[in-house]
């Protein structure tokens, strides 16, 4: 069983910046992607940035393509989302998951 906690979040004016970071432990493991997804209020999650092993290629949805930076730290358990140019709708709570299976609480992004 793999846990994920995710940290970084708060609050920032639009044009702001954020890094969120996510921490794995337990049962890591070898695993193919991580990613982040978040939901906004009064939406459904979705998924903002994701990053595999091996080469690490990344793919952003995209409306955060040129603002946000996913990268990981496989030494440490660690992923990252650097949030530049923020803006009102990134508002949402963002969520770390591995494969699509272990999921973080959440971390708390306001953009006001």
């Known amino acids: 069983h793999v846990q994920l906690v995710e940290s970084g979040g708060g609050l920032v004016q639009p044009g702001g910046s954020l890094r969120l970071s996510c921490a794995a432990s337990?049962?890591?493991?070898?695993?193919?992607?991580m990613g982040w997804f978040r939901q906004g209020p009064g939406k459904e999650r979705e998924g903002v940035a994701v990053i595999y092993t091996g080469v690490g290629n990344t793919y952003y949805t995209d409306s955060v393509k040129g603002r946000f930076t996913v990268s990981r730290d496989n030494t440490k358990n660690m992923l990252y989302l650097q949030m530049n140019s923020l803006k009102s709708e990134d508002t949402a709570l963002y969520y770390c998951t591995k494969e699509l299976i272990s999921w973080g609480l959440g971390t708390q992004v306001t953009v006001s």
């Open positions: 337990g049962r890591t493991g070898s695993y193919n992607v």
